[in-house]
């Protein structure tokens, strides 16, 4: 099929509203009408919009810091019934933002599938249209499984054959800051079983932000490196240092690329050691296995739940264990990827509880942890 | 929970009634209430029961022959609709006979679960129950399927997000026999696109096969060697001659702990390998990653369709071919493997064109194509 085709004309316009949208100041959520159409009709139909997510409190990790976030939205029809789905974009997805997230979305056509059912040719479709804009594609993704499970009036773990039971408690991520703001947020962090921390500042930070988490509470910490350490022998002195603290596991010690000398370090390593730069999508899994414990499963790296389902068959396959993660997004993501939760060793889905505008309900966290709903679908809400 | 919590009265009176009904002339299809109550209760029902089955020609396949095949059957009830599996019982799946499978069924206590739809978690702590049967086990996990796509009111491809216009023609067997013989079951084939051959009886043998077929007709021809060859340079040298008589891709050539010297002719080889005895389950399949092009998915030998899926998403990640095969069993098991054969490069489900008693009607070759119905579950009838 041509790029012509596929891009008719109101295609094209909408399009051009998204594109323009960014000049004009950016709502909460604006929504740009894609071959709609009133009616309850047997064809699927696909409307594109965006987010802005205010952040509570500026977010400071490794290489970046910011105050506000954003999201690509995608809402599917069929019969009556529509689907909705949510993709974050942060910076470090380079290249995918609103504008060209929106133009990706624009350029698949529905017209030739019958039904949402085909959810695998469909998405192999989809996937296949260009590489990369996993975050788009995780967006349609998320609408096309809350579309079908809504037809099908059943929750999406049910209809995976998961317990909703097995969820994992979340992480609540804490940046570096003062001693005495640490303190404060361990403290806001009273529900939470476990605290994460973002490590690889220097060698004596590192040390501080642990202390002093540890000094003001005795919950389980995990940590996430961000490619922050450089030598083998120095990542495996610190996994050994933070294990006394009561570290569970260490994420993405060293630079994505490095394989080999992560192989070294998970051979010796006391705690696991969870890929998450290093590891984007499915077929990532054979070159990491052996050089990680596990993987960081995130929605917008691997281009939604579809991929999600074939990585955790694969590591049962592979012997490596698994954990969800999250971008800052709104309850409509985090929910999505809550729904694969119960086959998960470890899960950090906090991204919505550091905005202040979210716009869904769906996942909660009780006690500590994950949370799913009986609603059919993604069961998500608007409020 | 003890053994002997799990084999309760009545569950032991059925397990004595099956190895009972050994002793006495085997009826084509004997049914042993289990747990039996009548009513339409929320609470899982299991029956377990057995059926004999007539073959159309004693068939030889390398170090067996037989004229009559044995199956385990299982239906699941709850909530008044009935889920219906099937799992073949072969000599060479060694110690998997009626009273070994029905002992092993008889073991699972469905009472511990509230739903069907809690597949991941059923289906785990029946597999855990004892290593192997996983031909009892994927009648059960075929039984599981079916409920819940009846509930659903789905198809399982359906469910799954497959497209069943997606499936592969299947081939058909043919096994040694005289030449007039050979030319008159090639005549009979004719519907079939594909022609498969086992190989793996000696040289003089295998060629005079080959080329017997290959006079008779140019239709497409795959190879099983049943582990019948020993050297790895005949191995690549029979590779190639195959190669020029049309032949598609070889199963198993040598024997099935053989391993680096199948990397040795997979790495050389002109055609893809495909191993069968070489893999029975998804965590064999690191192993075999780089020894052969792809595997074939049998669900008597993984334990049934759950697990079967989670060997496609495992191929996907490895960059392995797959094809799906079955043994000698009615159209329900047949129908079963069917459902995943959208996803499959390869397939021989004939298993069911070989008996003369098939009381099953669901998936149906047509112009030698697999073509699933559009009933639910797994869409199959008694006939």
Same mark, same amino acid.
């Given at each position: 099929m041509s790029n012509l085709s596929r891009r008719n004309f109101l295609k094209s316009t909408a399009a051009l509203a998204a594109t323009g949208a960014l000049i004009g100041p950016l709502a909460a959520c604006k929504n740009f009408n894609v071959n709609t159409k009133s009616g309850h009709s047997k064809v699927m139909k696909m409307r594109v919009s965006s987010q802005e997510l205010e952040l509570k409190h500026t977010f400071n990790i490794t290489g970046f810091s910011r105050d506000v976030a954003y999201a690509i939205l995608v809402e599917i029809e069929y019969d009556g019934v529509i689907g909705y789905?949510?993709?974050?974009?942060?910076?470090?997805?380079? %290249?995918? &933002?609103? =504008?060209?997230?929106?133009?990706?979305?624009?350029? *698949?056509?529905?017209?030739?599938?019958?039904?949402?059912?085909?959810?695998?040719?469909?998405?192999?479709?989809?996937?296949?249209?260009?590489?990369?804009?996993?975050?788009?594609?995780?967006?349609?993704?998320?609408?096309?499984?809350?579309?079908?499970?809504?037809?099908?009036?059943?929750?999406?773990?049910?209809?995976? %054959?998961? &317990?909703? =039971?097995?969820?994992?408690?979340?992480?609540?991520? *804490?940046?570096?800051?003062?001693?005495?703001?640490i303190r404060q947020k361990v403290e806001e962090a009273l529900p939470y079983k476990i605290i994460k921390l973002k490590l690889g500042v220097d060698h004596d930070t590192d040390r501080l932000l642990v202390n002093t988490v540890r000094s003001a509470t005795d919950k389980p910490i995990v940590v996430d490196v961000n490619q922050g350490w450089e030598d083998k022998h120095y990542v495996l002195e610190m996994i050994h240092w933070l294990k006394e603290k009561g570290v569970v596991f260490v994420e993405q010690p060293m630079h994505k690329s490095i394989i080999d000398d992560m192989a070294w370090v998970t051979e010796r390593s006391p705690l696991p050691t969870i890929a998450d730069e290093s590891f984007q999508r499915l077929t990532d899994m054979p070159r990491l296995h052996g050089a990680f414990h596990g993987v960081n499963i995130k929605l917008i790296k691997c281009g939604g739940l579809r991929e999600a389902n074939k990585i955790i068959a694969t590591a049962e396959a592979l012997g490596m264990k698994l954990m969800v993660g999250s971008t800052i997004e709104s309850g409509l993501a985090i929910t999505a990827a809550a729904h694969i939760a119960p086959k998960m060793d470890y899960a950090d889905l906090d991204g919505n509880l550091l905005i202040s505008n979210d716009g869904y309900k769906g996942m909660e966290i009780v006690n500590g942890k994950i949370t799913l709903n009986d609603l059919p679908g993604l069961g998500v809400t608007k409020i």
């Open positions: 789905g949510e993709g974050g974009l942060p910076p470090y997805m380079i %290249g995918q &933002n609103i =504008e060209t997230a929106t133009a990706f979305l624009n350029k *698949i056509d529905l017209a030739q599938f019958s039904s949402p059912f085909q959810i695998d040719e469909i998405l192999t479709y989809v996937d296949g249209i260009e590489p990369g804009f996993t975050c788009p594609k995780s967006a349609f993704d998320g609408a096309l499984h809350d579309l079908v499970g809504k037809l099908l009036d059943k929750p999406l773990y049910t209809l995976w %054959g998961y &317990n909703k =039971e097995n969820t994992p408690n979340t992480s609540l991520s *804490i940046g570096f800051d003062t001693e005495e703001m």
